[in-house]
């Protein structure tokens, strides 16, 4: 084999190793992506349950500062006491219903071969059958 038929073969070979390469790059720069805002996803969903927890926690010290003004023979009104009641109804609702988002983005992932969204369980991408 001669050293000019030799080179064009490396050279090809270089080629074809470097376009594989770049697409095996741009699918697991993709996957980065994805898993990135995923975990965004997930720390804005645990921001906003954070911030109704708190807002839950101070309406439980303002209903107790109701009663015991009560208890001291102030009147309160029972409208307001309702409102409250009402309002940590609905944020504890708010909180249950992020909490479970935020679960069911917890239980998937995604293949860092093909970018395919696969079950947290999964062994194996059910796309491309990449190990995950």
């Known amino acids: 084999m001669d050293k000019?038929?030799?080179?064009?073969?490396?050279?090809?070979?270089?080629e074809i190793l470097s376009a594989r390469t770049g697409v095996t790059a741009a699918k697991a720069a993709d996957a980065a992506g994805k898993t990135a805002?995923?975990?965004?996803?997930?720390?804005?969903?645990?921001?906003?349950?954070?911030?109704?927890?708190t807002e839950v926690e101070i309406?439980?010290?303002?209903?107790?500062?109701?009663?015991?003004?009560?208890?001291?023979?102030?009147?309160?009104?029972?409208?307001v006491l309702q409102i409250k009641l009402q309002l940590i109804d609905e944020?504890?609702?708010?909180?249950?219903?992020?909490?479970?988002?935020?679960h069911a983005e917890r239980s998937e992932v995604f293949c860092p071969n093909c970018g395919k969204q696969c079950k947290k369980d999964d062994a194996f991408c059910s796309h491309c059958g990449a190990q995950l």
């Open 91 to 102: 944020k504890l609702q708010k909180i249950s219903e992020l909490q479970e988002q935020l």
């Open 37 to 53: 805002a995923s975990v965004l996803s997930a720390t804005k969903l645990n921001l906003q349950i954070f911030d109704l927890n």
């Open 4 to 14: 000019n038929n030799f080179f064009e073969k490396a050279k090809v070979s270089a």
């Open 59 to 79: 309406l439980y010290k303002e209903i107790g500062k109701m009663v015991h003004s009560e208890h001291l023979g102030k009147e309160e009104d029972p409208a």
